[in-house]
Structures are given as structure tokens and as C-alpha cells.
């Protein structure tokens, strides 16, 4: 079975400081994981990826996230936080289990403080 | 840069009535998928559709729920008789992967279709 917990529902930055939204996933298989963000009144853009290779990705914006398979996470973190980054952020799993199999996290929605 | 296009924006339909979603995929994509987004709760995988079949579909996706890619370009979700419950933002994605299906094809979504059922 697959599931990707988001373990914050909100988070709150002052502009120029560090983000850091946290995932955590579960899959019986090699899993692809992918961080989206979600503007108001935009569809998803995708962030970054994993998909076996660097465990470090790096992805649009200055953001990056890394695949830590000991502790099943993937957060995703960016050194200075800008105005523009203000939006909903998505965790999601994708693997083969008995066909492809994509999972969403609950979201983060990420406030930055002027 | 291609991009995954939805219409309408914002649909409001009164119940049992039908509706239709139409998504325009990335041109050279294989793969077309419908999600769902109920007002604060996670976004839920409904279908995805290659070959002109559907693929997969989740528990959601029951006998009032059907796709078709009627032209080559559209992609659209029926909702036969719409409940209030179906109220929600539906989002069309589209993948690549000529060499075959593969959890690493990212996904472009659309930006949404925001169905209200009155």
C-alpha cells in the first residue's frame, strides 16, 4: 500500500528565511515522488522530482528536496523564502502496484511574511 | 511552452443534470488523467486512459463517470447525472512515455475545471 503524509497543514515563513515543508511516504515498491505547487486559481506545476537516480534533487525556484530512504521522507526546502513562493504545496507518490498507482499528501499551504 | 488546457473555468449544473469537461492535452502525450479536489481535501486520482481505454480508475470513478477522447486532441469527463456531492475542482493531466508506461513520466495538469452542483 502507498500513502504520503504531509506533516504540516500550514506553515508560516518571514521573506528571506529558510521553507521547509516535510513529507513523509510509505510504498511497498520503488516509488517516484514529486512536489507541485499550486497557485490560486492555477493548476499544479511540478517542482521537482525523484525518480531513483540523485537523492538530492533540485528543482524550479531554488527549491529542493531529499529522498532519505531510511527515514521515508522527502521534505522540501528552500533557503530564502520569497514573496511569490505563497501557495499550496503537494507531496505525491507514484509506483507500480498492480498498475501506476499516484498518491497526493493533504497539502501545505505555505504564508511568507513580508 | 505546451500546456495542459481546461474548459470551462467554473461550471454550476443543478443536480442529475449531466455534465461534460473538456481537457486539451499535450499534444505529443500518451497518457490522460482525471483528478478530483473537494473543497479542503486532497486531491484524488479518478482515471487514466491510453490507447483509447481506460487504464485505471479508483473507486470514485463508478457507472455515472465515463471519458472519451472523441477527436484526438480533447479528452472529456462525463458526469451522467451530477450529485451534489461531485461538487468539487476537477483537474485534467497528461503524460508522456512513448516507450511505455512508467511511474518517473511526470505529470502536467491542467488548471482545473471548479464544478458547483446546486
Known amino acids: 500500500a502507498q500513502s504520503v503524509t504531509q506533516l504540516d497543514s500550514h506553515v508560516s515563513v518571514s521573506e528571506g528565511t529558510p521553507v521547509l515543508l516535510r513529507c513523509n511516504y510509505s510504498?511497498?515498491?520503488?516509488?517516484?515522488l514529486f512536489w507541485y505547487v499550486q497557485h490560486p486559481n492555477k493548476g499544479l506545476q511540478l517542482l521537482l522530482k525523484?525518480?531513483?537516480?540523485?537523492?538530492l534533487v533540485k528543482g524550479i525556484n531554488g527549491f529542493e528536496a531529499e529522498f532519505k530512504k531510511s527515514e521515508t521522507s522527502f521534505h522540501l526546502t528552500k533557503p530564502s523564502a520569497h514573496m511569490s513562493d505563497a501557495a499550496e504545496y503537494f507531496c505525491?507518490?507514484?509506483?507500480?502496484?498492480?498498475?501506476?498507482?499516484?498518491?497526493f499528501g493533504a497539502g501545505t499551504r505555505l504564508f511568507v511574511k513580508a | 511552452e505546451p500546456e495542459v488546457t481546461q474548459t470551462p473555468s467554473h461550471q454550476v449544473t443543478q443536480m442529475g443534470q449531466e455534465v461534460i469537461l473538456r481537457c486539451v492535452p499535450i499534444?505529443?502525450?500518451?497518457?490522460f488523467y482525471w483528478y478530483r479536489q473537494i473543497l479542503g481535501q486532497k486531491v484524488e486520482f479518478l482515471v487514466s486512459?491510453?490507447?483509447?481505454?481506460?487504464?485505471?480508475k479508483s473507486e470514485i470513478f463508478d457507472d455515472q463517470f465515463s471519458v472519451e477522447r472523441p477527436d484526438g486532441s480533447n479528452f472529456t469527463l462525463k458526469i451522467r447525472s451530477t450529485k451534489l456531492e461531485d461538487s468539487a475542482m476537477y483537474f485534467c493531466?497528461?503524460?508522456?512515455?512513448?516507450?511505455?508506461?512508467?511511474?518517473?513520466?511526470?505529470?502536467?495538469f491542467g488548471p482545473g475545471t471548479r464544478l458547483t452542483v446546486l
Open positions: 510504498s511497498s515498491y520503488s516509488p517516484s
Open positions: 505525491v507518490v507514484r509506483a507500480l502496484t498492480g498498475g501506476f498507482k499516484t498518491i
Open positions: 493531466a497528461s503524460s508522456g512515455g512513448a516507450g511505455g508506461p512508467s511511474s518517473y513520466n511526470e505529470q502536467f
Open positions: 486512459f491510453y490507447n483509447n481505454e481506460i487504464s485505471e
Open positions: 525523484y525518480t531513483s537516480a540523485a537523492t
Open positions: 499534444s505529443n502525450h500518451l497518457y
